[in-house]
Every structure is written in C-alpha cells, then in structure tokens.
C-alpha cells in the first residue's frame, strides 16, 4: 500500500529519512529513479541515508509501476520518493490505483523555473502535469517536513 509519495530532487537524505519516514509509518522506501540504479555512487549515498527498520528498494519508474501494480508490493506499507514532478507524474499515470496525494518537497531551480515556494521551482510542463494529476483527483501540496504547515496547490 502506498502510504507517501513525495518528490525530492535529493531522494533520500536526513530530512526525508527521519522526518516522513517515522511520520507515515511506512516500512519501505522506494526509490523510483531511472538513473539511481545504474549509479554505484549515489546508490551507495542513498543506502547510507536508510533509516533503522526501514527496507530500501531502488528501481527504474517504469519497474516500480510494474512491480506496485503487479501487487507484489501490496505487504509493504510504501514511501516513495522521486526525484522530479515528471517522474511523479511517469509513476502517478501508470499505477492503476492512484494515491490520492503527491507532496512536492524540492526541486531544482533553473532558468526555465518559477518558483511556488523557498524549495519548489517548476517549469510550464511540470505545471501541466500537476495540473493534471490535480485534475485526476490528486491532491498536490507542499510542506518541507511532517510538523510544517502545508500549501495545497490550486490550478
């Protein structure tokens, strides 16, 4: 069962580690990043930020929507973390029950980025395809850690 969908251009470090993964008493992170996989490195980064109790599972967007609706994932109450709002929404479009919210926690700041918030900057796509995920019933918002107040995205 997916407890959290969070998008962290980070993936996994200290503040999602500790704060959300207490906060949503899940018992599994998975990361769905199409790179991660292939990176020895930033595996082995990512491995180092578990926390206690936690299973790890790090896999491709396309293998995670397999493997969520295949139910083979059904025993474990699920934190995903990914790292952009199109992987959010690669995954989101694919699954066949959809979570009813996408916390948006940070993303990169670029030229071609507007801001929304101190940490989340999106591009016209990215507003799109929230604004579709928003449209399909999906609430979006953005809140930094469990204990901070949350702005619920309107489009």
């Known amino acids: 069962m997916i407890k959290f969908i969070r998008v ?4 996994l470090h200290g503040q999602v580690a500790l704060s959300w993964f207490g906060a949503t008493n899940a018992n599994c992170i998975l990361i769905a990043n199409d790179d991660v996989p292939n990176d020895p490195i ?3 980064t990512i491995k180092m930020a578990r926390p206690n109790g936690a299973k790890l599972v790090i896999m491709s967007i396309k293998k995670s929507v397999d493997q969520i609706n295949s139910g083979i994932a059904d025993k474990y109450d699920l934190m ?3 790292e952009s709002i199109h992987d959010a929404y690669r995954l989101i479009t694919g699954l066949k029950n959809k979570p009813k919210e996408l916390n948006l926690g940070g993303t990169k700041a670029t030229a071609e980025t507007e801001s929304l918030s101190a940490t989340v900057n999106v591009t016209p796509q990215d507003k799109q395809e929230l604004q579709q995920l928003s449209d399909a019933g999906v609430k979006v918002y953005i809140q930094q850690v469990p204990t901070a107040s949350s702005k619920t995205l309107e489009f």
């Open 8 to 11: 962290d251009h980070r993936l």
């Open 42 to 44: 930033r595996k082995a």
């Open 80 to 82: 995903i973390v990914v």
